[in-house]
């Protein structure tokens, strides 16, 4: 079901099912609070560039099956 509904929502031109995940750093926020000394900063999320979301391609989503299932 879930795999029919972003074959749906597939923007146009797209050749490939994206999947996405919230980031695991900021928790889909986009931004981060780091202590420097002894004070919070606010900073932008580098892991997903401050979308709040990673985003993978067909191709990693396929090696990590891959990795995880098949060679052990």
Known sequence: MLTTQ???KREEG???MGYK???SLCKGNGY???V???K???KQCWLCESK???EYSQ???DDLIYRTYYKK
């Open 6 to 8: 972003l074959w749906v």
């Open 21 to 23: 995940e919230i980031c």
């Open 36 to 38: 420097v000394k002894g």
């Open 32 to 34: 981060i609070t780091i």
């Open 14 to 16: 797209q050749r490939f």
């Open 52 to 54: 709040g979301e990673k």
């Open 59 to 61: 191709a990693e989503v």
């Open 40 to 42: 919070d900063e606010i």
